[in-house]
């Protein structure tokens, strides 16, 4: 098996929360395109395949193309240390392998010690950062207990896939206009069913995000 990154170009992405974003600066991206977070990416690109599809290493090359890349706190680097000591960032990527590809997302930790650290984000093209998809992971859950026919015993619940099915827009909520307003899809399977539920996200005025486990007015 061989690794093959591919990295181009990044397209700088804008979170579905507030966060004190910045552009990348020469040596963030000298790091992004090395060799080492390459390897990194195919790696866990190749963990959640077993995670979220259940599919093992194929015997082919593995490559990635990137798709964004969300600045959450700048990157930091010491003379004569590869890894950053300090940064967080959110990376989307096309794992290309088997023959076919996924879309993954990946928020990485900068560890002062060490290599960055991985903190693993819904696949496909959610808008949600971490704190909120672990919050719609429930409640895409409990919509498949309440609604698609899941067994009341199961607890276990995997996003298989993400798509926002309605961009930033305007809408009216119980009589008020909020603006920002979107409409995912989560695909997901619960002890052997598959479905699909989705989940109205709020911007609200101190810069979160409230939900809503239902599609969104039009």
């Given at each position: ?31 992004l395109r090395s060799k080492p ?165 709020v911007p609200t005025p101190g ?12």
């Amino acid at each position: 098996m061989k690794f093959k990154p591919i990295f181009l170009a990044i397209a700088v992405a804008a979170s579905s929360e507030a966060h004190a974003q910045s552009e990348p600066d020469a040596a963030t991206l000298a790091y992004l395109r090395s060799k080492p977070f390459g390897d990194m990416t195919v790696v866990v690109g190749i963990s959640l395949d077993k995670l979220v599809l259940g599919l093992d290493r194929c015997e082919g090359s593995y490559g990635f193309d990137p798709i964004s890349l969300d600045i959450l706190q700048p990157l930091k680097f010491s003379p004569g240390v590869a890894q950053p000591i300090a940064g967080q960032w959110t990376f989307r990527f096309k794992l290309n392998r088997c023959g076919g590809s996924k879309i993954y997302n990946v928020q990485w930790q900068a560890n002062p010690t060490g290599t960055p650290r991985p903190a693993i984000l819904p696949p496909g093209m959610s808008r949600a950062n971490l704190a909120l998809s672990l919050d719609m992971k429930n409640a895409v859950a409990s919509a498949g207990l309440r609604s698609h026919g899941v067994p009341q015993e199961c607890r276990s619940v995997r996003i298989v896939d993400t798509s926002v099915s309605m961009d930033p827009t305007t809408v009216t909520i119980d009589g008020m206009r909020r603006e920002g307003v979107w409409e995912e899809e989560w695909s997901a399977q619960m002890c052997g069913v598959e479905f699909k539920a989705p989940i109205c996200l709020v911007p609200t005025p101190g810069g979160g995000t409230d939900w809503m486990s239902k599609p969104c007015p039009r």
